[in-house]
């Protein structure tokens, strides 16, 4: 029976955590910073509810075979946290983040060899702290490995979509593509509809060819076609529709800026590519922090 720890049960946190709970032979802790009793998600196809324990506190002796750290990625310090109680040398952990350097993010906690990065495609959303709203399909795609394979086991009996993909270093790079260009919304303060606007459509593809360039130089198989998909998604939302960035300015939370435009000018001055577009993007959205 696999031991599951999981760290930062929101949106994506508590959606995995109750998917996790509908099979038996899952053993589920969810790790919380604010109390919650029980996790529901409202799916497309129903209510799925969940009872695991939950720990606001770390406790000794709970060794677990995996740890799924799914907080923000500002909050990456505070969820390690939990580890020390958590692990010992065989404890494998997945991040359940956005980004391309999730590795790099936990690498001074353990191993990078232990360390799974995952891609998490699923509109969702938390309504309330124990409530989730599941809007359409959930897929994980995680690196073609032992670990990887392992990690899509725990959700063989579960509606989450769990694969590995031999070239991940593309498929994160894509999806990072998409949210880069999301730095529009939450400097402009304006939902998708904003994209239709040629003005914001011009910075959109600078900040994703900007993202390009680096991606291709760190290995990923990318385009320049990819800036006129990623602007079409977004003409495509529903013109109220609000990204997390956006969003968490809206609430006055801290934003994942690095993780979405900030790692695409450092590793651009890595690979000696210039980033000027993502580099104003995250120079005024931290001015406004
Ligand atoms: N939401 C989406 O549709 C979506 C889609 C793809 C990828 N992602 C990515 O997935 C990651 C998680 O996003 P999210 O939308 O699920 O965020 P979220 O709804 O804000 O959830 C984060 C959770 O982490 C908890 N947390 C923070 N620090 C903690 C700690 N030290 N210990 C335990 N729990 C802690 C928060 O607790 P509180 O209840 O106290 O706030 C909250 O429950 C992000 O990197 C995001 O970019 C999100």
Known sequence: MPRIALVGPGAIGGLVAAWLCQDDS??????????????????????????????TQPEQGLIVDWILVATKAYDSDSAAAWFHDLLDEDTRVAILQ??????????????????????????????EPERIRQRGP???????????????????????????????VTVAWRKLCINAAGA?????????????????????RKLVLEAVAVGRAEGANLNDAIADEVVEIYQNQPGDSVNSLLADRLAARPMEIDLRNGVIVRLGHRNGISTPFNEMAVALLKSVT
């Not at 899952?26 to 720990?55: F, H, K, S, W, Y």
């Not at 391309?100 to 699923?122: G, K, M, N, T």
């Not at 529009?184 to 959109?204: G, K």
């Open 26 to 55: 899952n053993q589920v802790t969810v790790c919380a910073r604010t109390p919650i009793r029980c996790l529901e998600v409202e799916t497309p196809d129903g209510m799925i509810e969940a009872l695991p324990t939950i720990l």
């Open 98 to 127: 956005n980004g391309v350097d999730h590795v790099e993010r936990f690498a001074q906690y353990l191993p990078a060899e232990r360390i799974l990065p995952v891609v998490v495609d699923c509109p969702t959303e938390r309504v």
């Open 138 to 168: 959930v897929t994980l795609v995680v690196p073609e490995s032992d670990i990887g394979g392992a990690f899509t086991e725990l959700f063989a009996r579960t509606d989450i979509d769990a694969t590995t993909d031999t070239d991940f």
């Open 184 to 204: 529009v919304n939450a400097l402009t303060l304006e939902p998708a509809r904003i994209a239709h606007s040629p003005h914001a459509e011009l910075v959109m």
